[in-house]
Structure formats: C-alpha cells, structure tokens
C-alpha cells in the first residue's frame, strides 16, 4: 500500500488487529498493493512545522508470494454479497414486534 497516499488508512483495534486500506476502495489487491499509476493517489500533505508523533501509521504487510489475489477477494466479496439479503430479512424479521408477526399470521390462515 501506498501510505504516502492521502486515501492511505490503517486502523488498529484493541486485539492488536491492523487493518489497512483505501478508503475510495480502489486497492484491487488490498492490503497489500495499489493499482500501478493510480489515478486517486493525492500525496499526503502535513502542515509546517509538525512534528510526527508516536502513532506512526504501521509498515504495510508483506504480500503473500501467490498469485491471483484479487481474483480470490472478488470471489470472497461474491460469497458474502449473495448472504447478505438473507441475513438482512432474518434481522428484519427478528426486529418485528411480536403483534405484527401474530397479525401476519392470521392473514396466511
């Protein structure tokens, strides 16, 4: 990843999880690499005078040595694209109050 890039984002949660990305969603590859000659990338710009301090973002990672990666992140967001209508009516559902789903109830009957 490009952390000189003004889109560059990295977070780190309480577990010590680090996650890092692009937050116009335009690293095909991520976490591990931008698109060459991105048309996005802006240089991240620092005003004069500060000073930099201990939260320093972190190094990206080392990319794996396989091939193919944004074609196994497409198919991964494919996977999770084709459960999330489902799993959305199973939390409408859920969140229904208990008069609305006896009152649909008597209407099927």
Same mark, same amino acid.
């Given at each position: 990843m490009r952390v000189d890039c003004k889109h560059y984002e990295s977070r780190t949660y309480s577990d010590g999880e680090v $996650?890092? %990305? @692009?937050? *116009?969603? *335009? #690293? =095909?590859? +991520? =976490? &591990? /690499? @931008? =698109?060459d000659n991105c048309s996005a990338f802006e240089p991240r710009l620092v005003g004069p005078g500060w000073v930099q301090g201990s939260l320093v973002p972190h190094a990206p990672e080392q990319e794996p040595p396989a091939e193919g990666v944004a074609? *196994? *992140?497409?198919? #991964?967001?494919? !996977?999770v694209n084709a459960v999330v209508p489902d799993a959305l009516d199973? $939390?409408? %559902?859920?969140? /229904? =109050?208990? &008069? &609305?789903?006896? /009152? !649909?109830?008597? /209407?099927? +009957?």
């Open positions: $996650v890092q %990305k @692009c937050q *116009l969603d *335009l #690293a =095909p590859e +991520a =976490p &591990w /690499r @931008c =698109p074609e *196994l *992140l497409d198919d #991964a967001e494919d !996977i199973e $939390v409408e %559902k859920e969140q /229904r =109050p208990s &008069w &609305w789903r006896r /009152r !649909i109830g008597r /209407r099927r +009957a």
